[in-house]
């Protein structure tokens, strides 16, 4: 399967989401938030990075449960700014 490549719009989101995450996780170690949400540091690590941009919507609601952050700000903070 080959998979189409993201626009940048998609990608900016994905790092929007990442920076989200680690300003939440705050001083916790992204071993203890990864393992809490059931998921590997590295994982965590590529969303926080941006590196993967478009992580599954269970692994982005586990690390959120985790971090205290509502599905719903994530989506408003996250998402796309309207087109002018």
């Known amino acids: ?10 990608r900016e989101r994905g790092e929007r989401l990442g920076r989200l995450l680690r300003r939440a996780r ?4 992204m071993v203890e ?5 059931g ?3 590295e ?9 993967a941009p478009t992580p599954a919507f269970f692994t982005v609601a586990a690390v959120a449960a985790v971090l205290g952050l509502s ?3 994530l989506v408003v903070r996250c998402a ?5």
């Open 1 to 10: 399967m080959v998979r189409t490549p993201l626009t940048p719009e998609e």
């Open 26 to 29: 705050g001083d916790r170690s």
């Open 33 to 37: 938030v990864a393992a809490a949400a």
């Open 39 to 41: 998921l590997s540091a």
């Open 43 to 51: 994982t965590l690590r590529k969303i926080e990075t941006g590196r």
């Open 71 to 73: 599905m719903d700000e």
């Open 80 to 84: 796309l700014a309207p087109a002018a």
